[in-house]
Structures are given as C-alpha cells and as structure tokens.
C-alpha cells in the first residue's frame, strides 16, 4: 500500500489548486478516504473525508472551497482548493481508513505542502 | 462537533520512565479512538487503534486504555526514539483530532 500527494505549491490568495493521492494496492473507491492537513509548527486538522459509498464531508473551514473527489480508473483521490487563503497554508496528506468497519488511519502519504502567500 | 483535549501538551522524560498521555473528548465516543505517533518530517503512524486494540509492528511498550470520553497512552520504559508528537483522533463522528503531546528525551 502506499499514497502519494502531488500538486502542492505557492499559491496567491484567492487561488485554486488541485491536490492528487495516487494509491497503489488497494482500491481507492472501495475505503474510506480522508485528508488531512498540518499548519507549520500546528497539529493535524480534518479537511474532508469520502466513504466508499461516494458520500463527502467537509471541515467547516473549508465548506464552499474544496471539493474531494476520486478518479476510479486511475485509483486516485483529489482535493480541489478554491479561493485559497494564508491559513491554508499546511502541508496536506492523504489517509486511508483500514477498512472492515475500522476508521483508523493506517497509512498516510508523504504530505504536500501549499504555501498561500502573495 | 466531537472535540478532543489532549494532556499534558508537553512532556520530558528520561529513558526508562512511563509516559502517559491523556485523550478526553467532549462526549462519548465509545472506543472509537486512535493514537499516531509523528517524528519530525514524517507522516503519522498508527499506534493504537479502537482505544486499546494493538498494531502489528508497534512495539508492545505502547498500550491504550479507556472508553467512553476518556483515553490514555501509555509508553512503558521510553525509548530514545520515542521522541515524537503523540495525537489522538475519533471516528466516532467524521474525524477529530487532539491538539498533541509533545515527548522528549532529556
């Protein structure tokens, strides 16, 4: 199993970025997908989440901004960030949920950072 | 919205010594809880899942207990390498996670 963010990078306020989680070894589709993000020298945070069933849910933080999505044929996960402000700065990661009923994250991508600034 | 309290937010401590960390949340989140360890620069890493439910290939010295809206972690006999910032997180509703506990070696 292994993820792998891409798409990160300094971004002007008000931009849009779009985030990709490439996953090889399972299916991504088929669990509970999350991302989550890290503000420099600041704890985790919960951005958004997608069920297998295709239902989405987002932080308060960035309900109207981002999107979650997933591309099946190419098994990977996307964040589409939209009017991007300075406390989105973080690096973002992509986690999986165990699966079998267990929402514990049992592997993590590398993370990506996205800097906001102008 | 489910918040986690995490304490204490910072610890030093001697190889050998027990570490406890305590994880409460705002209300019951039955044993949908989860501790991750996270060096500098790197991802998080499972360490408990389910409150006290064990992960292959942590080593034994890290335990959980609680339920409810109580949690702890417990880091029997520190290692060195156990430098690192501990998080709690519940999926007992969407994700949350606690603020951290950071633990270093004198």
């Known amino acids: 199993v292994q993820l792998v963010e891409s798409g990160g990078g300094l971004i002007q306020p008000g931009g849009s970025l779009r985030l990709s989680c490439a996953a090889t070894?399972?299916?991504?589709?088929?669990?509970?997908m999350s991302w989550v993000r890290q503000a420099p020298e600041k704890g985790l945070e919960w951005v958004s989440v997608?069920?297998?069933?295709?239902?989405?849910y987002y932080a308060d933080s960035v309900k109207g901004r981002f999107t979650i999505s997933r591309d099946n044929s190419k098994n990977t996960l996307y964040l589409q960030m939209n009017s991007l402000r300075a406390e989105d700065t973080a690096v973002y990661y992509c986690?999986?949920?165990?699966?079998?009923?267990?929402?514990?994250?049992?592997?993590w991508g590398q993370g990506t950072l996205v800097t906001v600034s102008s | 919205e489910i918040v986690l309290t995490q304490s204490p937010d910072f610890q030093s401590v001697t190889p050998k010594e027990k570490v406890t960390i305590t994880c409460r949340a705002s209300?019951?989140?039955?044993?949908?809880l989860h501790w991750y360890q996270q060096k500098p620069y790197q991802s998080p890493k499972l360490l408990i899942k389910?409150?006290?439910q064990s992960i292959s290939g942590v080593p034994s010295r890290f335990s959980g207990s609680g339920s409810g809206t109580d949690f702890t972690l417990t880091i029997n006999s520190l290692e060195a390498e156990d430098a690192a910032v501990y998080y709690c997180h519940q999926s007992s509703s969407l994700l949350a996670f606690g603020g951290g506990t950071k633990v270093e070696i004198k």
């Open positions: 209300q019951s989140i039955g044993s949908s």
């Open positions: 986690a999986r949920a165990e699966g079998s009923g267990s929402y514990a994250l049992d592997y």
């Open positions: 997608i069920y297998s069933g295709g239902a989405t």
């Open positions: 070894g399972f299916t991504v589709s088929s669990n509970f």
């Open positions: 389910y409150a006290s």
